[in-house]
């Protein structure tokens, strides 16, 4: 059983207590690596990548399905950003590479 009261609050009183219960909005950092949404000072989830560097390795903790299929949406996302396994970018070419093609 709760106390009895001995004087009653008014509204102003109460509505100030609560003031402080309201929710705060989460604000949310940005991967470097895979561009997901992360908490802030947080190793990503999806990449296992932290300040730019691994950490965990996710890739390890998946079977060989969800693997290949990890894989395929990191070569999706890379091409997207315009980026490919040389490092540079795809719009900068060489005219001997024109050529090769």
Do not use: W
Not at 3 to 28: C, D, E, I
Not at 73 to 85: I, L, N, S
């Amino acid at each position: 059983m709760g106390g009895v009261q001995t004087q009653r609050h008014t509204k102003g009183k109460r509505n100030r207590r609560r003031s402080h219960l309201a929710l705060k909005k989460t604000f949310l950092a940005v991967c470097d690596k895979c561009d997901r949404e992360v908490l802030p000072h947080h190793i990503c989830a999806y990449c296992g990548y932290y300040n730019k560097r691994e950490v965990i390795d996710v890739l390890a903790k998946l079977d060989k399905k969800e693997k290949k299929k990890r894989l395929k949406e990191e070569a999706a996302a890379q091409t997207a950003r315009g980026e490919h396994k040389g490092g540079e970018n795809m719009s900068e070419l060489n005219p001997e590479e024109l050529s090769k093609k």
